[in-house]
């Protein structure tokens, strides 16, 4: 018999499969985690929307990363009945994600990701579709993402518990 890990997909499943059916990066990352996070996939779906491409392709901070600290808010950001420790922790992990990110691919800022390429243009949209930048860089970014939420919310998650 399956354990249930084996029969759900993991995040990083999830968020490719979505952001290959033509959703976002933030999207995609955002709706991998929202089942946990006690929001619904559609509104997942919706409050991320604006996000992708740099923030609505201005190229500014990656979308898979920018739908990493949604998903960090929701988990531990500061609520009507919280007091300032919920945000300097939400800052903390923030800071965390965005450290580790960029760490890996160099920045954390669209246009340097995709070395330069301009998505509020139709030269640059297509510039990003013959060199398949879509493939070679974003969803690698919204993998990376995916993965370091994954070990960001299993801490807090252990310093919750413990």
Same mark, same amino acid.
């Given at each position: 018999?399956?354990?249930?890990?084996?029969?759900?997909?993991? %995040?990083?499943?999830?968020?490719?499969?979505? *952001? +290959?059916?033509?959703?976002?990066?933030?999207?995609?990352?955002?709706? %991998?985690?929202?089942?946990? !996070?006690? +929001?619904?996939?559609?509104?997942? +779906?919706?409050? %991320?929307?604006?996000?992708?491409?740099?923030?609505?392709? /201005?190229?500014?901070?990656?979308?898979?990363?920018?739908? =990493?600290?949604?998903?960090?808010?929701? @988990?531990? =950001? @500061?609520?009507? /009945?919280?007091?300032?420790?919920?945000?300097?922790?939400?800052?903390?992990?923030? !800071?965390? !994600?965005?450290? /580790? *990110?960029?760490? @890996?691919?160099?920045?954390? !800022?669209? @246009? $340097?990701?995709?070395?330069?390429? &301009?998505?509020?243009?139709?030269? =640059?949209?297509?510039? *990003?579709?013959?060199?398949?930048? *879509?493939?070679?860089?974003?969803?690698?970014?919204?993998?990376? $993402?995916?993965?370091?939420?994954? &070990?960001?919310?299993?801490? +807090?998650?252990?310093?919750?518990?413990?």
């Amino acid at each position: 018999m399956k354990g249930i890990a084996q029969i759900m997909k993991t %995040a990083n499943e999830v968020a490719t499969e979505k *952001f +290959l059916a033509g959703y976002n990066c933030a999207q995609a990352v955002l709706y %991998a985690y929202s089942p946990g !996070l006690g +929001l619904d996939g559609e509104t997942a +779906l919706k409050v %991320a929307t604006g996000l992708g491409a740099g923030m609505a392709r /201005r190229g500014e901070v990656c979308g898979a990363v920018t739908g =990493g600290i949604l998903a960090i808010g929701l @988990r531990c =950001g @500061r609520g009507a /009945r919280q007091d300032r420790s919920a945000t300097e922790q939400t800052y903390q992990k923030t !800071l965390e !994600l965005m450290a /580790r *990110f960029e760490k @890996r691919h160099g920045s954390c !800022l669209c @246009r $340097v990701l995709l070395n330069g390429c &301009d998505l509020g243009t139709a030269e =640059g949209q297509a510039y *990003f579709k013959e060199h398949d930048l *879509f493939h070679k860089t974003c969803v690698g970014c919204v993998q990376s $993402v995916v993965e370091m939420l994954s &070990d960001i919310m299993d801490a +807090l998650a252990t310093s919750k518990s413990g």
